[in-house]
Structures are given as structure tokens and as C-alpha cells.
């Protein structure tokens, strides 16, 4: 049977991706402090990610794999994957390379870009290279093989909410462990372009982003042991309402902004309870909002709007530099959105969709 298909989740995914945007877009100074800092806190968006993957990973193939790992079911597994990411990030990179490959010119550390292995590379400017938030895909692709294994581990604590509980307690006890660590040591004080800094280990590197994965594998999990309970409906709407002014207030708090907890764990763990209140009262009052059918189609091209936000900001961010006012500015921020979600939702439909559907009837 195939598992339900959870809307507001995939709107809270264009909402991650807006959250990006406003972090590379950036804010006048002519704004009050509170939305500059907002602005610049919207790199929690990747982290928000991270945790939205494992637990629509683990809600649609949990019981895919209920047979075990067959080689056909992890084939199928791998070719959906593959499908569903690699064709438009290819798409967007060597959109953003052209210009260099082109002219004939060097283009460093290419092959990385192009097998999605940027981020175990310990220089940001490679890192970041060619188009710069595809360095998430790269630790996508990562969580994305380590999943079947991880969901072995998730089969065994998978007993009772308690062990549920349990489990996810324990990871977020590792979790904290690792944030003290790079905390308390010489790493926080680095500068991001060092490879032994902080926001090169907690950030960008792909292996400590297994903790958010899993998080949402084991949220998936109890939200799946949950939804049938008669309260759960009045305990979403308010693990989602807390989550999200946590997240609110951790994002306008300017001590917080770029400090060690802020690359990961201090938002991966509101994210957890946005993502299982979303889950649970999708349906149940204001929460309906996030079902509206245009809001579901501007989640479902967030993945191009992402992708694409910075070779398009390197052309429609010139409008944000002739604001001279908050108003002006105001003005411009939407015209470039609409433009950035115009063109994400045709990226969507004319390569994303198709390919996706070309691969997946070939290889599948």
C-alpha cells in the first residue's frame, strides 16, 4: 500500500528553501535589526532540510523494505533517488560552469561538482564552487546511500513510542556532545574558510548531518505510531506551533546567529517537532493552510528554487541594489521572488519532471 501523501510537508519544503533565499539575498540596513538577523539566519533552512528528507524517506519506503534489502528493492531504491536530484543539480551545474567550459578555461576540481562529492572536499572555495548551494546535495546523496543501513538500526528500536523515544533521545544526546565539542575547543573561533573550523565539521561535512537524517527517520516513525491516537491532531498543532517559535526566536536572536549550535543542532530539533506537528494536524485549523494547493505546487518546485537561487541572484538581485528605501526594498524582494518562483516551477515541470520520469521508466 502505498504510504499517505503528506502535503504540508511538502509546502513546509518551499518555506525551508524561502528561509535560504532571504540568507543569500540579504536585508538593507534601513531594516530594524530583528529582520536583518532573521534574514541571515535563514542558512537553518539546510538543516530543516536534512531532517524533512529522513522522514519522508523513512515514511514512503519503510515498508518497501519490509522483505529486507533485496538487491531488486535496493535497486529500485537507488534508480528513484538518482532521479529524483541528480538530473536538474546537473542541469543547474553545468548551467553555472558553461561559461568556463566554453572558453576553454581551467575548471578546478570539476569532476567533484559533477559526481556530487563537493562537500568531503575540506576547502570552502571548492566546497562552494560553480553553484554554491549544491554543496547540500552532495551530503544529500551521502544520506541517501547510508539510508537502507540506517534503516536496519531504525527496524530495531522501531518496538513502542518509548523506544522511539528512546533512540532519538540518545542521538540527540551525541548530538550535543559533538556541538560541546566543537564549542568549547579552538574550532568555534575559525574562520569558515578553515577546514578544521566548526562550520566546516558541523555544517557542510556530510557524516555529522547523519544525526538530522536520522532524527527524521525516527520522527517518521513515531509519527506513524501516533497519527491514529485521538489527541494527536491537538498535539501537532501544538508541537508545530512551539517548533516554529522556537525556530522564530533562535532566528532573530543575533548572539545565535553563526554560532556553533546554530549550524546544526539547535534548529535540527525544533525542526523535529515543526515536522511531526505538520505531519499529525495537517488537517486540523490554521495548519489547513499549509494543504492549499498552491502552496503544494511552489514545495514541490522548492528543489529548483534552491538549486537556482544564486545564478539567478547574480542577474535579479541588481533590483534589491536600486531599493533606497524599506518600501523599495520591499518591492524589489517580491518582484525577484516571483520572478525566482516563475522560473523554478517551469524548471520543474520541463526538466525535473521529465527526466525523472525518463530515468526511472528506463532504469527502474
Not at 538530473?87 to 576553454?104: H, I, K, Q, R, S
Not at 547540500?136 to 546511500?145: D, T
Not at 505538520?278 to 495548519?287: E, I, K, M, T, Y
Request: charged share 10%; aromatic share 12%.
Amino acid at each position: 500500500m502505498r504510504p499517505t501523501r503528506l502535503e504540508a510537508l511538502t509546502s513546509l519544503r518551499f518555506f525551508a528553501a524561502l528561509a535560504v533565499f532571504l540568507h543569500h539575498y540579504g536585508v538593507p540596513g534601513a531594516l530594524s535589526p530583528p529582520f536583518q538577523t532573521m534574514a541571515s539566519a535563514g542558512y537553518c533552512g539546510v538543516t530543516v532540510f536534512f531532517v524533512l528528507s529522513g522522514f519522508v524517506l523513512a515514511h514512503n519506503y519503510y515498508g518497501g523494505f519490509q522483505g529486507g534489502l533485496t538487491p531488486a528493492g535496493l535497486r529500485t531504491y537507488a534508480v528513484a533517488r538518482v532521479a529524483r536530484v541528480y538530473p536538474l543539480y546537473l542541469f543547474v551545474l553545468l548551467w553555472t560552469a558553461a561559461p568556463a567550459l566554453l572558453e576553454g578555461k581551467p575548471v578546478p576540481r570539476f569532476w567533484e561538482h559533477a559526481l556530487a562529492l563537493q562537500a568531503w572536499d575540506p576547502h570552502l572555495e571548492i566546497a562552494y564552487a560553480y553553484n554554491s548551494p549544491g554543496w547540500s546535495l552532495s551530503v544529500e546523496f551521502f544520506l541517501y546511500a547510508c539510508f537502507p543501513l540506517l534503516l536496519l538500526g531504525l527496524r530495531r528500536v522501531d518496538r513502542s513510542v518509548t523506544t522511539l523515544l528512546v533512540a532519538a533521545g540518545s542521538l540527540a544526546g551525541l548530538m550535543v556532545v559533538l556541538t560541546l565539542w566543537f564549542s568549547l575547543g579552538p574550532s568555534h573561533a575559525l574562520p569558515w574558510e578553515d577546514p578544521d573550523s566548526a562550520h566546516r565539521w558541523l555544517y557542510r561535512s556530510p557524516a555529522p548531518r547523519l544525526g538530522d537524517f536520522a532524527l527524521g527517520m525516527l520522527t517518521a516513525r513515531l509519527y506513524a505510531r501516533l497519527a491514529a491516537k485521538p489527541a494527536s491532531a491537538r498535539g501537532g498543532l501544538a508541537l508545530a506551533g512551539g517548533g516554529a517559535v522556537v525556530i522564530a526566536a533562535l532566528m532573530a536572536w543575533p548572539r545565535h546567529l553563526y554560532s556553533v549550535p546554530s549550524f546544526d543542532l539547535s534548529y535540527a530539533l525544533p525542526a523535529v517537532a515543526v515536522i511531526l506537528g505538520l505531519a499529525l494536524a495537517a488537517d486540523s485549523g490554521p495548519l489547513r493552510w499549509f494543504t492549499r494547493p498552491s502552496l503544494v505546487r511552489l514545495g514541490e518546485a522548492s528543489y529548483a528554487l534552491y538549486l537556482i537561487q544564486m545564478p539567478f541572484l547574480e542577474w535579479a538581485g541588481r533590483l534589491k541594489t536600486a531599493a533606497a528605501t524599506p518600501a523599495g526594498y520591499g518591492v524589489a524582494t517580491a518582484l525577484v521572488l516571483v520572478m525566482l518562483c516563475a522560473v523554478s516551477l517551469g524548471l520543474h515541470h520541463a526538466v525535473e519532471r521529465p527526466m525523472q520520469r525518463v530515468l526511472r521508466s528506463r532504469f527502474g
